[in-house]
């Protein structure tokens, strides 16, 4: 029988051409980042490292879907409060683009885990209380990895994970989408079951994470729209 573990990985689609204007936002962004650490050197000593650097961050930025200058600002406001004379590399410039939970006015990390981990007992199953529907809707999306068997640690990181993508939602306007309570603990349901419910659902919310249609007459019109055809079918310049 296949497991769970065996699912393949989700790769993450880089385009071949990037968004109108990504160039221009690196360059001030860097800017930026110039004049909050005045350490900087260090990191890109020569205008051939700082090159470098501003291919490779733009790279990471598309894999990690860093794509408004809302994110943007977050990250320069963590560095502004970092305190640090040394510029940050790339990946935790990038974590630093996530509002903590305090700027968005929800309970932090380690808070919502242990709400987490208290409601998704079996013995609150019918009596659970939420302190945030964030916290609601990153522990329902661990429920099927039955946190309360797993270390600590391992735990953690697992939840962690689901509210940070709860955060982004949040961030980008999205509605947190409704979640079957007990999706992992019905026994009538196989692994495999449970598996394909489970990436089925997650498919759905990268889907949306990524503006990506899921039907056929959504999916026409973004292609019109994109490349800029009217009604009577011409396209546009």
């Known amino acids: 029988m ?10 993450p689609v880089i385009p071949k051409q990037l968004p109108p204007g990504t160039t221009d936002v690196v360059n ?12 900087w050197k260090q ?11 501003k291919r490779s961050w733009i790279k990471a930025f598309i894999v990690a879907e860093i794509n408004t200058l809302e994110q943007i600002r977050y990250g320069l ?8 004379d040394f510029a940050p590399s790339v ?6 683009c996530l509002p903590t939970p305090e700027m968005m006015g929800i309970p932090p990390h380690d808070k919502a885990f242990r709400e987490a981990l208290l409601n998704l007992h079996p013995a ?10 964030a916290v609601r809707h990153a522990a329902l999306h661990c429920e099927m990895h039955n946190l309360a068997d797993l270390t600590s640690e391992k735990a953690s990181k697992i939840f962690d994970r689901a509210y940070d993508i709860t955060i982004r939602m ?4 999205q509605p947190l989408e409704d979640i079957a309570i007990g999706i992992g603990h019905d026994s009538q349901k196989s692994e495999v079951e449970l598996a394909e419910e489970f990436g089925a659902a997650r498919q759905a919310r990268l889907l949306a994470i990524q503006g990506i249609p899921t039907s056929g007459g959504a999916a026409r019109a973004l292609l019109l729209a994109k490349f800029g055809k009217n009604r009577g ?5």
């Open 2 to 11: 296949s497991k769970m573990g065996n699912l393949p990985p989700v790769v």
């Open 28 to 39: 001030a962004l860097f800017k930026e980042l110039q004049a909050i650490f005045p350490a």
């Open 43 to 53: 990191a890109w000593p020569d205008d051939d490292a700082l090159r470098a650097a």
């Open 77 to 84: 406001q963590n560095c502004r409060q970092h305190g640090n």
């Open 91 to 96: 990946g935790k410039f990038i974590k630093w």
């Open 124 to 133: 609150r199953r019918t009596s659970r209380e939420w302190s945030h529907p």
């Open 170 to 173: 949040l961030v980008n306007g």
């Open 233 to 237: 079918g011409h396209v546009h310049g």
